[in-house]
Antibody, heavy 124, light 111 residues
């Protein structure tokens, strides 16, 4: 059974940093692209960032470009999101999702499995 | 950057058929794969249609996907509407700049 378990969310002041983690199990981690998707309270889904199976190709939403850094450790089956210079508008439930394919194209952009999410609250 | 536009809400009685549209701006609807996700309250999204037309195992054939090249849009059709179909539905794809994008979501209410 595929499992994606996020952690690292919490309350953080504007301008500070936070690091989210996702541990994957139940599948061959390096056969898949991985992504972060967020959902602000009462709002829709927003794609945040994606990384190819080997970490060589990375993409970010314009809203987080230059502030967030996605990375993966295939030896530890883990995905991370380093979030810097946090803003009130970054407050959301952050989901770790698996791409059905290896790269950031085609089936790699089908989010076929989702975690339960970790909540990030940005407030002073 | 591409943009996907959905109607904010759709309502219909049980047993009826609804269609949710997803209009693409800034790209070619047939160019990159498009998915549809269902999100029930308090739950993570799940796929109902992937790669424009395909249903994951376990999704009933009441759900179908299509595209219209003329209007540059995709559609999700749910037939034989059931109360369990209530929730939000999101279309999703990606641009040639390899950035992902979601539509704004459509709330489905079964009257």
């Amino acid at each position: 059974e595929v499992q994606l378990v996020e952690s690292g969310g919490g309350l953080v002041q504007p301008g500070r940093s936070l690091r989210l983690s996702c541990v994957a199990s139940g599948f061959t981690f390096d056969d898949h692209s991985m992504h972060w998707v967020r959902q602000a309270p009462g709002k829709g889904l927003e794609w945040v960032s994606g990384i190819s199976w080997n970490g060589n190709v990375i993409a970010y939403a314009d809203s987080v470009q230059g502030r967030f850094i996605i990375s993966r450790d295939n030896a530890k089956n883990s995905l991370s999101l380093q979030m810097n210079s946090l803003r009130a508008e970054d407050m959301a439930l952050y989901y770790c999702t698996r791409g059905a394919g290896t790269n950031l194209v085609g089936e790699g952009y089908h989010f076929d499995n989702w975690g339960q999410g970790t909540l990030v609250t940005v407030s002073s | 950057n591409i943009m996907l536009t959905q109607p904010p809400s759709v309502s219909e009685s049980p047993g009826k058929t609804i269609t949710i549209s997803c209009t693409l701006r800034g790209g070619n609807i047939a160019g990159n794969f498009l998915q549809w996700y269902q999100q029930r309250p308090g739950s993570s999204p799940t796929t109902v249609i992937f790669e424009h037309y395909h249903r994951p195992s376990g999704v009933p054939d009441r759900f179908s996907g299509s595209i219209d090249r003329q209007s540059n849009s995709a559609s999700l059709t749910i037939s034989g509407l059931r109360t369990e179909d209530e929730g939000y539905y999101y279309c999703q794809s990606y641009g040639d700049n390899i950035k992902g994008v979601f539509g704004g979501g459509t709330k489905v209410t079964v009257l």
